[in-house]
């Protein structure tokens, strides 16, 4: 069998690679991932896959890169559309729990990396990840007012949230028993982030 002729798939090839990838990745692991069934997914032969990412090592840090700077891409646009500190605490949120619904790899992707810790991953999200919060950080802090109470944890508060609806997206048909029928995970952003006035 040959290659594939020139324009039989729409998308080009480092694009599918990085796809199946990220899928693979998010569904089973970096350890237990096998570039052969990446290869297989993408459409094409492992020598093809190795011509392009010379390494799995290589193939995850851009994967994890890729997906860190979608979701950062994303952050910042929502964040440059308003200065009043409701709107950017909730549109922040949107944006996340929207991102972790395009992208389902990716929760537990960063979940498995944080807990197990086996995979190259964790020095790419200490990397990666801490400039994310960092910038959240200063967003919110700038655009707090009196809307937060004075030294409000404004990084704990994130964490919190973040951590949430990370375990809330990976937990697939855990979802409902774990955290009932409401799902109102703004709700949670609210009460978090807001001072409620009697």
């Known amino acids: 069998m040959g290659r594939p002729r020139t324009g039989t798939h729409a998308v080009p090839t480092v694009d599918r690679i990085l796809q199946a990838a990220e899928d693979q990745f998010g569904e089973i692991g970096f350890g237990q991932c096998r570039l052969e069934d990446i290869a297989d997914v993408a459409s094409i032969r492992r020598p093809s896959l190795l011509y ?6 290589k193939l995850y840090e851009a994967v994890v890169h890729r997906l860190f700077q ?4 994303n952050l910042a646009e929502m964040a440059a559309v308003t200065d009043d500190y409701d709107q950017r605490v909730l549109g922040l ?3 996340f729990l929207e991102f972790l619904e395009k992208r389902p790899a990716f929760a537990p992707l960063v979940l498995r990396e944080i807990i197990d810790g086996t995979g190259p991953g964790r020095e790419i999200l200490l990397g990666v990840v801490v400039p994310v919060i960092d910038n959240i950080e200063v967003w919110l802090a700038s655009s707090a007012g009196d809307r937060a109470p004075e030294g409000f944890d404004f990084r704990g508060a994130i ?3 973040s951590s949430n609806a990370l375990l ?3 937990s697939g048909p ?5 955290w009932g029928e409401q799902g109102d995970h703004l709700g949670l952003v609210k009460q978090v982030f807001f001072v409620v006035e009697n």
Request: no cysteine; aromatic share 4%.
């Open 174 to 178: 855990l979802l409902t028993p774990l």
């Open 168 to 170: 809330r997206a990976s």
């Open 159 to 161: 964490m919190q949230v």
């Open 70 to 73: 979608a979701l950062m891409e």
């Open 93 to 95: 949120m949107k944006t």
């Open 52 to 57: 392009h990412f010379s390494t799995k090592h």
